[in-house]
């Protein structure tokens, strides 16, 4: 018995649909196919329905056009995945963009692996096969990846399992859905960078968040440029709030009423030495006077 490997497929999407695509075991010059693939053969395109799970509904009509070319020329070379639902009716579970440009040439039949695969497992692979092509932008991976652990009820290292990809990466992927709608889109439309969306995930208020989205689009920052300036955000804020937390609560209640009887924000530093400052912030000189005036000065 020999052993051959092919490939074509992701390795998560391998992995999940264990289709003899990826491993063939050759015993007496007859294939051996795994339990879950229970016929491989040509099909009539007429009998097969569309997945209804298929995450995905627009399909570039120029790549269609190529590919049909393509299938005119040199034939099916990765035959279509199908469950079947009876004696003349399949359901197709990967391969939309195959079957397709195969009804464009006009072909009848199309060679197809004939699967067992429940409801939630068509999901399943219908998300991951989605997953797999190398066009979709970060939120839409990111939408994948949040319907595959809530529909799916995966836990995010099983997703990684799935996708071929490392827990911290998935993780990254959803934190995106976080981020405010106008960030969304432009990542949708490739106006914005993962790694400039990254950076952007570090800042917990979303007003700030806006505010450096709003400045790389201006002035066109790198993700280096960016990641800079986020850290010196963080960084500023890390220190107001260590400072907060060093004031002590007698500090903190004198502030309070010294900025309620100035009517400004009262600010006191205090050291070590029992020394210190106090700061009295003016917002203009009619706003100095009035301070003034509550000194009797």
């Known amino acids: 018995m020999s052993i051959k490997k092919k490939t074509g497929l992701g390795k998560g999407l391998g992995a999940l649909l264990s289709e003899p695509a990826s491993i063939v075991l050759e015993m007496n010059g007859i294939d051996y196919l795994p339990e879950r693939v229970v016929n491989i053969g040509e099909i009539m395109i007429s009998q097969i329905e569309v997945n209804p799970f298929q995450p995905r509904s627009h399909f570039n009509q120029d ?26 009716t399949y359901q197709l579970i990967s391969g939309e963009r195959r079957l397709q440009a195969s009804k464009l040439v006009g072909l009848k039949k199309i060679p197809a692996y004939v699967r067992t695969a429940d409801d939630q497992q068509m999901l ?3 998300l991951i096969e989605n997953i797999q092509r190398e066009n979709l932008n970060a939120i839409e991976i990111a939408l994948s990846y949040q319907r595959l652990i809530s529909e799916c009820e995966l836990r995010q290292d099983e997703l990684g399992e799935r996708v ?18 106008d ?5 949708k439309d490739n106006t914005l960078s993962m790694g400039h969306a990254r950076a952007l995930i570090s800042i917990e208020d979303v007003l700030m968040q806006l505010d450096v989205f709003h400045k790389i689009i201006a002035n066109g920052l790198s993700v280096r440029k960016t990641e800079d300036l986020v850290r010196g955000i963080v960084k500023k804020k890390n220190k107001n709030n260590q400072e907060k937390i060093l004031i002590s609560p007698d500090i903190e209640k004198l502030q309070s009423k010294l900025s309620s009887h100035f009517g400004t924000r009262i600010k006191i530093k205090s050291k070590d030495n029992d020394s210190g400052e106090i700061s009295v912030p003016f917002a203009s000189t009619d706003d100095l006077n009035r301070i003034l005036d509550i000194l009797e000065i």
């Open 124 to 126: 399943e692979m219908a």
């Open 164 to 181: 071929g990809k490392n827990r911290s990466t998935v993780t990254n992927y959803l934190r995106l859905l976080k981020l405010p709608p």
């Open 183 to 187: 960030i969304q889109i432009a990542l």
């Open 63 to 88: 790549a269609l056009n190529e590919l049909a070319q393509s299938i005119q020329i040199q034939g099916i070379i990765q035959p279509i995945t199908v469950r079947k639902l009876s004696d003349n």
